[in-house]
T-cell receptor, first 112, second 110 residues
Framework: KAGVTQTPRYLIKTRGQQVTLSCSPI?????VSWYQQTPGQGLQFLFE???????NKGNFPGRFSGRQFSNSRSEMNVSTLELGDSALYLC???????????FGNGTRLTVT | QKEVEQDPGPLSVPEGAIVSLNCTYS??????FMWYRQYSRKGPELLMY????GNKEDGRFTAQVDKSSKYISLFIRDSQPSDSATYLC??????????FGAGTRLFVKA
């Protein structure tokens, strides 16, 4: 069974640009969550989607947004990039409530 | 107070040692607990998933939940150099959200 796939693996952007990251969940999983991982803050919850609906959102500015498609694939977008947005962005999928998360290998975003 | 606390280490042990990794949490209503292992440049990998109190064993790994103390543990028996990684505790908080500890870096020396 294929795992969670995230593309691209690496991105370098400049301040002020925007970026879109993509996530394909494990087949059959309908919930997709996104996390930001940095050395100082660890894993921080961004948002969770289920059946194309955002059900929860973390404490991030509105520049961070996401969406989920009918096939459960998900994208997240960061607009007006700042240096502090440099991080590993992780996508995780699960069957749904109370089910454990299964992570992809992340997208490493560097903002210069 | 953070909802989940985990000592970031690093923790260094000789090969064959028993490793104990721990987290504390603040909300007694939490019931679903997980442990993940993360190697460098990889995403976290699910190791153990437990519900409520008690122990769960899988090979060399044992997860333990003490709800009365709000304390969760992961034990690794006969540790190997390949166990060197960052270990993250995680808790499903409800509201479609899982929170993570800071992660403990473990080094197992051959």
């Amino acid at each position: 069974k294929a795992g969670v796939t995230q593309t691209p693996r690496y991105l370098i952007k400049t301040r002020g640009q925007q970026v879109t990251l993509s996530c394909s969940p494990i087949s059959g999983h309908r919930s997709v969550s996104w996390y930001q991982q940095t050395p100082g803050q660890g894993l921080q919850f961004l948002f969770e989607y289920f059946s194309e609906t955002q059900r929860n959102k973390g404490n991030f500015p509105g520049r961070f947004s996401g969406r989920q498609f009918s096939n459960s694939r998900s994208e997240m977008n960061v607009s007006t990039l700042e240096l502090g947005d440099s991080a590993l962005y992780l996508c995780a999928s699960s069957f749904g409530d109370n089910s454990p998360l299964h992570f992809g290998n992340g997208t490493r975003l560097t903002v210069t | 107070q953070k909802e989940v606390e985990q000592d970031p280490g690093p923790l260094s042990v000789p090969e064959g040692a028993i490793v104990s990794l721990n987290c504390t949490y603040s909300n007694s209503a939490f019931q679903y607990f997980m442990w993940y292992r993360q190697y460098s440049r990889k995403g976290p990998e699910l190791l153990m998933y437990t519900y409520s109190s008690g122990n769960k064993e899988d090979g060399r790994f044992t997860a333990q939940v003490d709800k009365s103390s709000k304390y969760i543990s992961l034990f690794i028996r006969d540790s190997q150099p390949s166990d060197s990684a960052t270990y993250l505790c995680a808790i499903y908080t409800g509201g479609f959200k899982t929170i993570f500890g800071a992660g403990t870096r473990l080094f197992v020396k051959a």
